[in-house]
């Protein structure tokens, strides 16, 4: 096995392959499309580097840039996960196992309590402002303000009520 230049492993991945797939998500803010079983993959394709016959200082370097480009394009494709939770976007499919179990979980963390600062059960339509502030713009698209401090508002999204409650612009009536 050449690891220089254009060398494959299984008859589908190489150093060189990991290095254009590493460029592509540095490159991009969407997540690109890899195959479905890549992480496994590319396992086998450094497992092949260690077990190579030739054990030079050459091929040490090309095990060890191969680890980093592997580790960077998860790191790199984790932050666009999360991205794409944030936003509530689907991901683009196939994605591997791994990260689809990331998104999953990321999105359930997301969608959980607050941190326990308000429950949604505790929270009424009624909100009275703790500053003066003007008009902003809620998670709904919807606009609140301008507001006097102490004014007393009617705020019927709970995701809104939660917004103003926890960023301590408004508090329970």
């Not at 993959?41 to 840039?65: C, G, L």
Request: proline share 5%.
């Amino acid at each position: 096995m050449e690891l220089r230049g254009v060398a494959v492993v299984n008859n589908e991945f190489s150093y060189e392959m990991l290095w254009q797939t590493y460029q592509k998500e540095k490159r991009s803010n969407e997540l690109q499309l890899v195959p479905k079983t890549f992480y496994d993959d590319m396992k086998v394709f450094m497992k092949a580097i260690a077990e190579s016959s030739a054990q030079t200082d050459e091929t040490r370097i090309q095990k060890d840039n191969a680890a980093r480009l592997l580790n960077g394009i998860f790191e790199r494709r984790k932050q666009k996960i999360l991205v794409y939770v944030a936003y509530s976007k689907p991901l683009p499919g196939p994605v591997p196992q791994h990260e689809a179990e990331l998104y999953e979980e990321a999105t359930k963390l997301m969608k959980a309590d607050t941190l326990g600062l308000v429950t949604e059960d505790k929270i009424e339509q009624r909100l009275r402002s703790t500053q003066a502030l003007p008009e902003i713009i809620l998670p709904s698209g919807g606009k609140i303000g301008p507001l006097d401090k102490d004014q007393v508002v009617d705020v019927k999204n709970k995701d809104d009520r939660l917004f103003l409650v926890n960023s301590k612009i408004c508090r329970e009536v």
